[in-house]
């Protein structure tokens, strides 16, 4: 490239170069650094790499397999991981051992000659290990760092939801790797100096109850966000530790973790007040961890007195409607919730108490079932719940359906009482049904005119959801995402 009287492009100062390349995407920084080696020296300033985005596993990053990605990480950490100020890891499927995600970058379709389960399986034990020994070696005496987030896939790691031993055993025998991350993680921990966020969603083995007795004055002084999630273990958070993290502000836990105990901590004068707290309740996992001891309405009435700002995300995995009824309490400021099922059904009394409670905080209302059937909620066509929803909610403003049948005619309600406000709308075609008693009323194709009809009580072009991947996708990869942004709406 030639510039002004002939001079080249390699007489700029690297200063005005590295300016330049901030304007890249990290991988066209990557790629523009083989050009020459001034660029490649120019395009690993620090200052270009304060935050890196990383999905690893099903050729998400850069394509092939999880074990072909190990040296590219590698490569990378080694590079940056010193000076990273922002690191996010995603440990994704590997090989089209999950249901595809759809629009998730290296997704990958279930092939015939695919190995064996446990082969596939063991595979991803292996990659899963290495890849976070590096990532954690790689950022232990990083003092700078001020925002981890971590995310396993849980398919990957846990076979049909429950911690499998014996298939950890095979690939790590005596828990020497893993005890290995669980010691460089408490060496980043205790070596940092300024975390603000700290998150740790599904990643096997890495985070146990006495990791946050590492984390160093400064860093319990300074952190904002705390993330634990593993329904698989015990509680991660003790109120010992949660008492040092005064300036806490968005906390996400596992709904049996936030205790009556946890709850009147938070409620303390002598603390920053919570704004956002994000809550999965894992239908499985109750009878390992009980809802006995959770915070009450007493609980909640004196957390909201002392955070008026408060608002809660809740996603509820295969819970049966008994159980939700004991956990959605009056005084529970619920912004968010997220009903997903495989096998329990949420009821129309469910729907109604949560329109009736949280008429006045309820945004966002995303059902999902994955099943085959796709039962009625309402019993009388005439009082659906949904529309009932729709109605009460006057803030609602995403509303997510899958797995349970909605009558047109009910559709257009909702489009017409939320008008512009409900933003999202966003419906599976094989959820919505027709009354074979309106359809001799009607004119032309029945689609076209619930189209036309749900577009214009919208304001907006409309159309329902043809392919239910757009709609269903990984639970706990969705309540991760969702959590993230959730919480830095704080």
């Not at 002004?4 to 066209?28: C, N, Q, T």
């Not at 993680?185 to 205790?190: I, M, P, R, T």
């Not at 392919?467 to 969705?478: A, G, M, R």
Request: hydrophobic residues 40%; proline residues 4%; contains cysteine.
């Amino acid at each position: 490239m030639a510039l002004y009287g002939g001079v080249g492009a390699m007489a700029l100062p690297s200063e005005l170069i590295v300016h330049i390349f901030s304007f890249l995407s990290d991988r066209d920084k990557l790629r523009a650094s083989s050009v020459c080696s001034r660029w490649r020296e120019c395009l690993f300033y620090p200052s270009l790499w304060t935050e890196l985005k990383l999905r690893v596993g099903g050729g998400a990053n850069w394509g092939g397999s999880g074990t072909e990605q190990t040296p590219r990480l590698e490569f990378l950490m080694r590079k940056f991981g010193s000076f990273v100020r922002e690191l996010h890891l995603e440990v994704a499927a590997v090989e089209g051992y999950l249901s595809p995600l759809s629009g998730v970058e290296g997704r990958m379709e279930p092939v015939e000659s695919d190995p064996p389960l446990p082969d596939r399986w063991k595979n991803a034990m292996i990659t899963y290990l290495e890849q976070v020994l590096c990532v954690l070696g790689c950022i232990r005496n990083n003092r700078n760092i001020q925002k981890l987030s971590l995310y396993g896939d849980t398919c990957i790691l846990q076979d049909e939801g429950i911690l499998d031993s014996a298939y950890l055993n095979q690939v790590d025998q005596g828990g020497k790797k893993i005890k290995e991350i669980q010691q460089l993680l408490v060496e980043v921990l205790s070596n940092s100096r300024q975390i603000k966020w700290l998150s740790s969603a599904f990643m096997l083995g890495v985070v146990t109850p006495c990791s946050l007795a590492s984390l160093s004055n400064p860093s319990a002084g300074s952190l904002e966000h705390l993330g634990l999630l593993d329904n698989q273990l015990p509680c991660l958070v003790s109120p010992v530790e949660l008492e040092r993290l005064v300036h806490l502000r968005s906390l996400a836990l596992d709904f049996c973790d936030f205790t009556s105990e946890l709850s009147h901590l938070l409620a303390g004068g002598d603390r920053a007040p919570l704004h956002r707290l994000s809550l999965m309740l894992n239908g499985a996992a109750l009878e390992a961890k009980p809802l006995d001891g959770t915070a009450s309405e007493d609980d909640w009435k004196a957390l909201v007195h002392r955070s008026a700002n408060l608002r809660v995300y809740m996603m509820a995995l295969d819970v049966c409607s008994q159980d939700l009824l004991r956990v959605l309490k009056p005084s529970l400021p619920l912004e968010r919730i997220h009903l997903d099922s495989y096998s329990t059904l949420v009821t129309d009394g469910t729907l109604e108490l949560i329109a009736q409670q949280y008429n006045k905080t309820l945004s966002h209302f995303v059902l999902m079932r994955d099943d085959t059937s796709f039962p009625d909620l309402s019993i009388n066509r005439n009082e659906d719940p949904l529309v009932l929803l729709a109605w009460r909610c006057v803030h609602l403003s995403v509303l997510v359906i899958h797995g349970y049948t909605v009558w047109s005619h009910n559709l257009v309600a909702i489009s017409r009482l939320r008008g512009s406000s409900l933003k999202v709308l966003a419906v599976s075609e094989e959820s919505i049904d027709f009354d074979p008693d309106q359809r001799v009323f009607m004119e032309g194709d029945p689609v076209h005119n619930l189209v036309k009809e749900v577009s214009l009580g919208l304001g907006r072009v409309w159309h329902p959801s043809m392919d239910s991947n757009l709609v269903l996708s990984e639970p706990t990869q969705h309540f991760h995402r969702e959590m993230q942004s959730f919480s830095l709406g704080m």
